[in-house]
């Protein structure tokens, strides 16, 4: 089937006004040592039939195993109206926006978008989303360093539970400009920063992960206030859904922290194995110029009526050109719209109860795992729906076993952070019911002591 | 016919400077370069006591349509900055040498006259780019 409209005379008659031979002549600047004949290792094409076939067999390998994984990605319930509703062809086909006198719609929409993660987050200005948390990292980074121009030192320290990978994406993307990332130390009982917290020299900004990666619920409020004392910004990276049980980041400490991000996923995308997910940013209305990605603005027309439209275009790639805060010209437009709604069908007593429910599952399942002998809470203090647990023998084989069983146990951490030993970060969300509980604590029981047994 | 003040210099980037009588240097854009830009939304100044080098980027006025960076006619340090842009940034539209200059520099050496234009000069530039 022909994706593109024009017919065959439709483009000799555009080849003859311009003058050219054919199609390959408007191709004629790149050098001939650089076209290929073919593409090896592509089979050739298979029919829709054929396709559907082959996709059909491959979906049915994938299952439907309990899934007690979070680590950065989480499977809540999505109401049913969400995706009915993103997938109207009106809200699935919209995209870029530019055009604002025929785009009403999809910007009202982001418009609505960035007010509710303004709330939620407790700050001031929000973009209309950017690729995911991890990259979102990679953009606050690089926004602290344009609006913080009084420290050149270019140095960003992390808090112990900032995301492992969301710091490689960050370093991949902002390393080459000059700027470094760092750990802040731990300590290791409760898994978050230390209490002594010497630096040498002060940074450009402070990196706060609430809940951290590994389960625990950090000191905002001390961490905020160090930063701040020593000129650094404050970048918080946050779970939406626990936003409806925590202290929002703009009101962490004595000012706030002054960028938030994080990974909008939660918030009615579904899993599907990584992606399409959607970043977030929030920041003081003081830093706006330096923020990157789209923003929406209400204003009114020529006739005074109100109306939405991209607003703040000047930072954009497609005006700045090289000196644009971003590189980026795009949002997760669907993403978002299915968050929007999402948000609004839960409602804010809704989310909390989202991530009541997700606490206390995440709770049980604690106490039913580790009142099983081999199995300890790796670290004290408060979680919200994630925990580390230590096992005393490694993790691999153990998920091996569960998922046998049709049991995702969780994530393991030994992996990411061997510095952990053999660590396993569970997690319950609501989804999950005391009978589905209940089965994760039978099963890992019998799989310790049918080992335990085994090697005994 | 845009204004060009007789005792100010000019450079082609379209930034007009005056000697203060404290030999400081007072900088802004001209008459053209603000009816070229239209409307002015924004204008990012530099932090006070910030260096800057001559031909290097010193303030960004921002109007709807483009975001052009101003760039420092002298080696220098930043001594002032024209504070009532942040409120209205239009000053620079509506008095391009008087209200609504952006910057004062203190220069670190002698002014390298030969590098910049006498009012004839640029508008000799502008005519050309005219044509």
Redesign the interface.
């Known amino acids: 089937m022909p994706f593109i409209p024009h017919t065959e005379d439709d483009t000799k008659d555009m080849l003859e006004v311009i003058g050219a031979p054919d199609l390959d002549a408007l191709f004629d600047e790149i050098p001939a040592d650089l076209l290929i004949d073919s593409l090896d290792g592509v089979p050739p094409g298979l029919n829709e039939m054929q396709i559907t076939r082959l996709m059909h067999d491959r979906a049915a390998r994938d299952g439907a195993p309990l899934c007690f994984i979070g680590a950065g990605a989480y499977e809540h319930h999505i109401p049913q109206a969400v995706w009915d509703i993103a997938t109207r062809g009106e809200y699935y086909s919209a995209y870029t926006p530019y055009q604002a006198e025929a785009s009403q719609g999809t910007l009202q929409t982001i418009y609505e978008y960035q007010t509710m993660i303004t709330e939620l987050t407790g700050l001031e200005v929000s973009n209309a989303s950017l690729y995911d948390g991890a990259s979102g990292l990679a953009e606050a980074a690089l926004m602290t360093v344009r609006s913080n121009?009084?420290n050149k030192s270019g140095r960003i320290l992390l808090a112990p539970g900032v995301n492992p990978t969301y710091e490689k994406v960050a370093t991949v993307i902002a390393g080459s400009q000059g700027i470094t990332f760092e750990r802040l130390p731990v300590n290791s009982v409760s898994g978050n920063a230390a209490a002594s917290l010497d630096v040498d020299e002060s940074p450009v900004a402070v990196v706060i992960q609430q809940p951290s990666f590994v389960g625990t619920l950090e000191e905002v409020d001390r961490l905020t206030n160090w930063a701040h004392e020593r000129g650094a910004l404050v970048v918080a990276v946050v779970n939406p859904t626990s936003l409806a049980l925590l202290k929002a980041p703009g009101h962490w400490g004595e000012e706030g922290a002054d960028i938030a991000i994080g990974e909008g996923q939660p918030l009615g995308v579904p899993l599907s194995s990584g992606g399409p997910y959607f970043g977030f940013m929030t920041c003081k209305q003081k830093q706006v110029?330096q923020m990157p990605g789209r923003i929406v603005g209400r204003t009114s027309d020529l006739e005074g009526e109100p109306g939405f439209t991209l607003t703040l275009q000047?930072?954009e790639q497609h005006?700045?050109r090289s000196?644009a805060t971003s590189n980026i010209c795009t949002n997760q437009g669907l993403m978002v719209t299915a968050a929007t709604i999402y948000m609004s069908l839960l409602g804010y007593d809704g989310l909390r109860q989202v991530a009541l429910r997700s606490y206390e599952s995440t709770a049980r399942l604690t106490d039913g795992l580790t009142a099983i002998k081999g199995v300890d809470r790796m670290f004290e203090g408060p979680h919200f729906h994630e925990v580390a647990l230590r096992l005393d023998r490694p993790v691999a084989p153990v998920l091996e076993a569960l998922a046998e069983r049709d049991i995702l146990g969780g994530y393991d951490l030994s992996i990411a952070c061997p510095e952990l030993g053999n660590a396993l970060l569970v997690c319950a969300t609501e989804t999950k019911t005391d009978a589905d509980i209940d089965l994760y604590v039978a099963a890992l029981k019998d799989i310790l002591t049918e080992e335990n047994r085994r090697s005994a | 016919m845009s204004e060009l003040p007789g005792d100010l210099l000019y450079t082609s980037d379209h930034e007009w400077l005056r000697r203060e009588d404290d030999g400081n240097v007072t900088i802004g854009v001209t008459d053209h370069a603000q009816a070229a830009l239209g409307d002015l939304v924004y204008v990012e100044l530099p932090e006070v006591g910030q260096d800057v080098e001559i031909g290097g980027d010193m303030a960004v006025v921002e109007s709807v349509k483009a975001a052009s960076d101003v760039y420092s006619p002298i080696d220098g340090t930043v001594v002032a900055v024209n504070e009532d842009l942040a409120d209205d940034p239009e000053r620079a539209n509506a008095d391009p040498y008087g209200d609504g200059w952006i910057v004062t520099v203190q220069p670190s050496g002698d002014i390298d006259e030969s590098a910049l234009l006498t009012p004839n000069a640029y508008q000799e530039l502008l005519d050309e780019e005219e044509v």
Request: zero cysteines; aromatic letters at 0%; hydrophobic letters at 25%.
């Open positions: 121009r009084r110029r000047a930072r005006i700045r000196k």
